[in-house]
């Protein structure tokens, strides 16, 4: 079974024995200020993006974002996309993650702690969070396997303009309900920066 099969989050739940909270879990952290580089390629982006597919968005919006973020942690962290993260075949965590933040520096390969997942969907957020907090679990067996277990592990469905977070504590799922928008990106530079260096 693959990510892509768990197609609604009721069905992740139940397949992993979860338990789900609906609340915002963010804290109010500062605003990050983007580049000017990003700044002026957003401005663009979202032009060609706001009638795109799920990768116009994907690579256009979100990608550069997340590629801010390494920057901003002075290249601290690593961002993947499209990888492979097949964990546990047997249980379904198999196939690729649009987009995978670890805490490791390396970019030639997956390094625990994986810390954040983000699903990419063209429109409705909530026809990926299934599957974006199966790969969530994918991700906090990957960090328990390789000795770098963390407390949390965040998730992100998006379709670039609108972002939802997630996060998983051990078998708790919680939700935050509030879908934070692009533009502005300063708040979600601050939550992401935030989530890599603390959550």
Same mark, same amino acid.
């Given at each position: 079974?693959?990510?892509?099969?768990?197609?609604?989050? #009721?069905? /992740?739940?139940?397949?992993?024995?979860?338990?789900?909270?609906?609340?915002? &879990? *963010?804290?109010?952290?500062? =605003? !990050?200020?983007?580049?000017?580089?990003?700044?002026?390629?957003?401005?663009?982006?979202?032009?060609?993006?706001?009638?795109?597919?799920?990768?116009?968005?994907?690579?256009?919006?979100?990608?550069?974002?997340?590629?801010?973020?390494?920057?901003?942690?002075?290249?601290?962290?690593?961002?993947?996309?499209?990888? #492979?993260? /097949?964990?546990?075949?047997?249980?379904?965590?198999?196939?690729?993650?649009? &987009? *995978?933040?670890?805490?490791? =520096? !390396?970019?030639?390969?997956?390094?625990?702690?994986?810390?954040?997942?983000?699903e990419v969907k063209k429109a409705d957020l909530a026809t990926g969070l299934g599957q974006c907090v199966a790969e969530m679990v994918?991700?906090?067996?990957?960090?328990?396997?390789?000795?770098?277990?963390?407390?949390?592990?965040?998730?992100?469905?998006?379709?670039?303009?609108?972002?939802?977070?997630?996060?998983?504590?051990?078998?708790?799922?919680?939700?935050?309900?509030?879908?934070?928008p692009l533009p502005p990106v300063d708040q979600l530079l601050g939550f992401l920066v935030w989530i890599m260096q603390?959550?």
């Amino acid at each position: 079974m693959l990510y892509s099969q768990f197609t609604n989050l #009721d069905q /992740t739940l139940k397949a992993f024995d979860l338990t789900l909270q609906e609340h915002r &879990f *963010l804290p109010d952290v500062p =605003p !990050l200020s983007p580049s000017a580089m990003l700044q002026s390629y957003l401005e663009e982006a979202l032009l060609l993006a706001a009638t795109g597919s799920e990768k116009v968005r994907s690579e256009g919006l979100i990608y550069p974002v997340l590629v801010e973020v390494r920057r901003c942690l002075k290249r601290q962290v690593a961002v993947f996309s499209g990888e #492979d993260f /097949t964990v546990d075949e047997a249980r379904g965590l198999s196939g690729l993650v649009d &987009f *995978l933040l670890s805490r490791s =520096p !390396l970019v030639s390969t997956i390094e625990a702690p994986a810390t954040v997942i983000v699903e990419v969907k063209k429109a409705d957020l909530a026809t990926g969070l299934g599957q974006c907090v199966a790969e969530m679990v994918a991700a906090q067996l990957f960090n328990q396997l390789n000795g770098k277990a963390i407390p949390v592990v965040y998730g992100v469905v998006s379709n670039g303009t609108q972002w939802r977070f997630l996060n998983l504590q051990d078998r708790t799922v919680t939700l935050d309900l509030v879908d934070y928008p692009l533009p502005p990106v300063d708040q979600l530079l601050g939550f992401l920066v935030w989530i890599m260096q603390e959550g």
